[in-house]
């Protein structure tokens, strides 16, 4: 029963919950994701609660170090989307043409971010459900 509950925490409200919150933010502020893209960072999510509530119950120690270990390979592979190519209409200021040319898009910012909180709530949801059964006490 524990494993259920634990495992329904972390996957199933995991799931909904970081849907609501990404997808949410994403539709108020950006940046949109065209159609079809979904499904890859939801089954990517799905691992990663899945993963995370593992680590934390199969009790070997150390397990837990798997947690910051994953999250350091995503972001140090960047896992996220490379750049969109941004429109650029030509202007007469080139010095100031070649002082953006090194930034950092909105849009990068916006999903970047976005990659940041989709994580986080994966964080909180996976550990919830490791906690719920590592700690699970049956009356």
């Known amino acids: 029963?524990?494993?259920?509950?634990?495992?329904?925490?972390?996957?199933?409200?995991?799931?909904?919950?970081?849907?609501?919150?990404?997808?949410?933010l994403r539709n108020k502020y950006g940046p949109k994701r065209e159609k079809g893209c979904d499904a890859l960072p939801r089954i990517?999510?799905?691992?990663?609660?899945?993963?995370?509530?593992?680590?934390?119950?199969?009790?070997?120690?150390?397990?837990?170090?798997?947690?910051?270990?994953?999250?350091?390979v995503k972001v140090a592979r960047g896992w996220r989307v490379p750049p969109q190519p941004q429109k650029q209409t030509p202007s007469k200021n080139t010095e100031k043409d070649e002082k953006e040319e090194g930034c950092v898009s909105k849009y990068d910012v916006g999903r970047y971010n976005l990659f940041l909180i989709g994580n986080a709530l994966c964080v909180i949801f996976g550990v919830g459900g490791g906690l719920i059964i590592s700690h699970w006490v049956a009356y």
């Open 1 to 24: 029963m524990k494993y259920i509950i634990g495992y329904g925490f972390s996957l199933i409200l995991g799931y909904f919950a970081t849907l609501l919150v990404v997808d949410g």
């Open 44 to 72: 990517t999510g799905f691992l990663d609660r899945f993963l995370y509530t593992s680590a934390l119950i199969i009790g070997i120690p150390g397990a837990e170090l798997f947690i910051p270990m994953w999250l350091a």
